[in-house]
């Protein structure tokens, strides 16, 4: 299991009048090459699950163990390092530097790595030339379409090479032909043999050949999966 | 990857990449704050050279000062000295040497300048002045050598009489006679400060060319071994030449520095209020991520930068913009000084007091000047933005979920 959950709680702003309980008791176990969909409507806790799986925050009880490292203690800067070698992370709204360059955003995570820039460069624009747009790569990334920012944050989500790959609500801002486009980049991704989490209501998704396991959430507790 | 020093190295490097990268996609908000930076270091820079220079200026002056100067006063106005003062102070215990001196002030029209003639008994037997560099001038023209009276010129008053190559000049007596001179030196260039509108010749010269009578002096330079007994030496010279005025070295020096030295300390005063104030817009303008600022923190955590990788380039971006408005400000200070003869601050620092002689800041650059100016002017601005940069760096990965 490289995802491995139990009895997770997270609650926002606790003990305070505006206390959220986003994530009740969840359960969920994750194989390494697993693509799982999570959905349900908004505001059920998928941002929030995959905020505990990504290491972007801790739960505030339960377990929570990813590729053998347990988050539920981790100090932030150890997260940050979990999150480096471990989680490309696609988050919703695709947000970019958009005075740089393409090819420049995608090899910002590689940058505090001490990754010489002329070997991150060249590993950016192999990734380019796989999404097919190596073309755009002097370009701001601010002049560029929709679906050319979506393929610049997988780019920049796998220009480390991570096992696992998340990704919130990815096809929410894509038409469909986009949203099709996306699939079956996740679905390389997956034959690669990279584990993906989806956060998504999206039918396209979730009904798509590439999700192994549909998981619904509704009021920060798991229905269905 | 290499080893753990070459990967922090190319992590430097990647990360001061990004941080140039930064400031010039804001290059017009960076250029404003290093325009306003560089004019208080400028300000500050010029200050602190400017002190430094006149004090270095007053200590080259008072080299070439006697330890005590004796002038006559008649009813409050500067007369001449009768030389039967230098055997009378001669009996003064302690004294090594007396030298009479006349000195005055010498309009030169065609030029408009006051050159200041210095008439000495050493000259032309031994150096115009004690301890100042001078040139040799060639003289082929000295033809007619009983007529010409030796002088060693200053730098400047060589170019206003515009002789080029000729030695020979005339200037006139009171009465409007010719009195001929030959040119047998220049001081040199470096002794500038002290020498540029000296005229040196022989006592009777200029005697001669101010029309005193003889047995007189303008004043007597008198030469003190040692420097505790200067003060009983000069009680004992006033006591026995009446209507004399006595003015040790010490005397001259503090003159200089009540000129310049309590405005320097008001203008430092200035200063650190101007810098205080720069410090608070650093302040207000850091402490202020715009929301751009903080969503680009975000997604750099979100991407895997920890807070201290944040915090260099921060830091790396102050840095770069204090460097440069460093040696942009220093620089415009240094030419300022040696170009402008610090016009701008030379009222503030010297005022309306009329000094003999008349101080002009020296160019020099101290290593202890530069470092003061760096202290007051980087350092605070460091200080100011670290904070900003530290709570602005704290900004958690998941403001991107
Ligand atoms: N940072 C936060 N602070 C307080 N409440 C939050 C925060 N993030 C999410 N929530 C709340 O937690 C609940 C779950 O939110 P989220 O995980 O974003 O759901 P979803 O992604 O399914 O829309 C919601 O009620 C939301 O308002
Ligand atoms: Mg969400």
Excluded at chain 2, 15 to 29: C, Q, V
Excluded at chain 2, 47 to 72: H, K, N, W, Y
Excluded at chain 2, 97 to 106: A, L
Excluded at chain 2, 261 to 277: D, E, H, N, Q, Y
């Amino acid at each position: 299991m490289i995802i491995r959950l139990h009895e997770v709680h997270k609650f926002y702003n606790r003990d305070t009048p505006r206390q959220v309980h986003a994530v009740r008791g969840v359960s969920l176990a994750v194989q390494e090459g697993e693509a799982v969909c999570i959905s349900g409507p908004s505001g059920s806790g998928k941002s929030t699950l995959l905020g505990i799986i990504g290491g972007f925050f801790v739960p505030t009880s339960g377990l929570a163990e990813v590729a053998g490292v347990k988050l539920a203690r981790l100090p932030d800067r150890f997260l940050t390092s979990y999150r480096r070698d471990y989680i490309g992370f696609i988050p919703q709204r695709f947000p970019v530097i958009g005075a740089m360059s393409v090819l420049a955003n995608v090899i910002l995570p590689l940058l505090p790595l001490g990754v010489e820039q002329r070997e991150s460069e060249e590993r950016g624009r192999q990734l380019l030339t796989r999404l097919n747009i190596t073309h755009k790569q002097n370009m701001p990334a601010a002049e560029l379409s929709g679906g050319e920012l979506q393929r610049l944050v997988i780019a920049r989500a796998l220009i480390n090479d991570p096992p696992i790959i998340l990704a919130d609500e990815p096809t929410a801002h894509l038409d469909s032909a986009l949203s099709t486009q996306f699939i079956s980049i996740m679905s390389e991704c997956r034959a690669e043999g990279k584990t993906v989490v989806i956060a998504s209501h999206d039918p396209l998704v979730f009904q798509s050949s590439l999700i192994d396991r549909h998981l619904i959430l509704e009021d920060g507790a798991m229905v269905a999966g | 990857m290499g080893p753990g020093y070459l990967i922090s190295l190319r992590r430097q490097r990647n990360l001061l990449d990004f941080a140039l990268g930064s400031l010039w996609r804001a290059r017009w908000k960076n250029g404003g704050i290093v325009v306003v930076f560089s004019l208080v270091i400028f300000i500050i820079a010029s200050f602190r050279l400017m002190v430094a220079g006149l004090e270095q200026a007053s200590t080259a002056v008072l080299a070439t000062v006697p330890d005590i100067t004796v002038q006559r006063l008649v009813a409050g106005r500067q007369m001449p000295v009768p030389l039967w003062w230098v055997e009378e102070s001669g009996a003064v215990f302690g004294i090594r040497s007396i030298k009479p001196r006349v000195w005055g002030y010498y309009f030169h029209e065609t030029s408009g300048a006051n050159f200041t003639i210095i008439g000495v008994e050493d000259f032309p037997g031994g150096e115009p002045l004690p301890g100042v560099a001078m040139q040799a001038v060639s003289a082929d023209e000295q033809v007619e050598e009983n007529q010409f009276s030796p002088v060693v010129l200053g730098q400047a008053v060589h170019q206003m009489l515009a002789l080029g190559d000729r030695v020979n000049v005339s200037l006139f007596r009171p009465d409007l006679t010719l009195k001929g001179f030959s040119v047998v030196g220049l001081f040199a260039p470096q002794t500038g400060l002290v020498t540029d509108d000296l005229m040196v010749m022989a006592i009777d010269d200029a005697r001669d060319l101010f029309a005193l009578a003889p047995h007189n002096a303008t004043d007597l330079l008198i030469s003190v071994p040692n420097p505790l007994e200067v003060d009983t030496i000069a009680q004992k010279l006033m006591a026995k030449l009446p209507g004399s005025r006595v003015i040790t070295k010490a005397q001259i020096g503090k003159t200089y520095n009540a000129a310049f030295g309590w405005r320097s300390g008001f203008g430092m005063i200035c200063l650190i209020g101007t810098v205080a104030a720069f410090v608070i817009l650093a302040w207000d303008k850091a402490a202020g991520l715009s929301p751009e600022q903080r969503r680009e923190v975000a997604l750099l955590k979100t991407l895997g930068w920890q807070t201290g990788d944040v915090m260099a380039i921060r830091f790396m971006e102050s840095l770069v913009v204090c460097v440069v408005a460093f040696l942009v400000g220093t620089g415009l200070a240094w030419a300022h000084i040696v170009f402008t003869d610090g016009f701008l601050f030379k009222p503030l620092l010297l005022g309306w007091s009329v000094l003999r002689p008349s101080l002009s800041p020296v160019p020099v650059i101290r290593f202890d000047d530069v470092l003061i100016i760096f202290v007051m002017s980087v350092v605070p601005y460091l200080a100011a933005t670290i904070v900003p940069a530290w709570r602005g760096a704290m900004i958690r990965a998941d403001a991107t979920l």
